[in-house]
């Protein structure tokens, strides 16, 4: 299996000067996700931990609903990348095999390009409402991470996702180049340990979030997402809509939070009563 990291000679310049260094520096290969014999994606990743992202994919875009739905996994070497070869059981073969008639449809129809519009800001499901958490649990979930990221601190040039619940803080952590695949990787991680959608908890992400990036959280279970970066429009409304308690800008020294305050335990809010009320 080709390595998630190399040491390659690069020059240093500073103020005093330059100077030849070895740094690691993470690769990125292309990964084929292949379903029933069907590319379903072609994604470039951080070649380890593939089977927890072709899970973790499979899972967040709706293309099973749990592991058992999976028949066969394997990942195989190939020369231009690696293969994700998944096949499906009975009834969920029969559904993809339906669903990519349908996508194919006839030239021109337009219908392909509506169905995928539609997909890009699908309705998700509404968010449990269990889970409350501090300010400092976030501050001990943001350390947490740091302590976790083994590829981020020795490249500097990774994303991670990390899973938090109540008592066990940050549990599991996975790393990529790619931020939707580090949070694909999690998910998968998360259904191969059965934690995804037991309990209940939120997701911690070192990257922006995006419409994507609330969709898989809230497909994995999450009710909460906590990023270092800030959200765009859409993601913020997604997260309202859903249920999903929103936070980005995480730092040190505090934090946004976007949507649904009122799972923040000891946050001094005068809209947060009237906020938990509303609440779905």
Known sequence: MVASAVHLEALQVSAAGAASIVRQTPEETPVAL?????????????????????????????????????????????????????????????????????????????????????????????????LTLSATEIQAGLSAMTMAQTLGAATRATHAAGWWSPGAGVAMVREDVGRHNALDKLAGALARSQQAGRSCGAVFLTSRVSIEMVQKAVMIGA???????????????????????????????????????WRLSDLDDPSRGAERRSSP
């Open 34 to 130: 292949v379903h029933d014999g069907g590319t379903s994606a072609v994604m470039m990743a951080t070649p380890d931990d593939l089977e927890d992202l072709a899970i973790g994919f499979s899972l967040t875009e709706g293309i099973i609903d749990d592991l058992g739905q999976i028949a066969r996994l394997e990942i195989v070497e190939a020369r231009l990348g690696v293969e994700a070869r998944i096949w499906l059981s009975g009834d969920r073969s029969l559904r993809l095999a339906a669903r990519r008639r349908r996508l194919a449809g006839p030239t021109g129809c337009g219908l392909c390009g509506v169905e995928s519009l539609q997909e890009a800001v699908r309705p998700l499901s509404a968010v449990e409402q269990g």
């Open 223 to 261: 009710q909460a997402v906590i990023a270092v970066s800030a959200p765009t429009a859409l993601a913020i409304r997604a997260a309202e809509a859903s249920g999903l308690t929103l936070i980005g800008v995480a730092r040190d020294d505090g934090f946004t939070v976007f949507s649904h305050a």
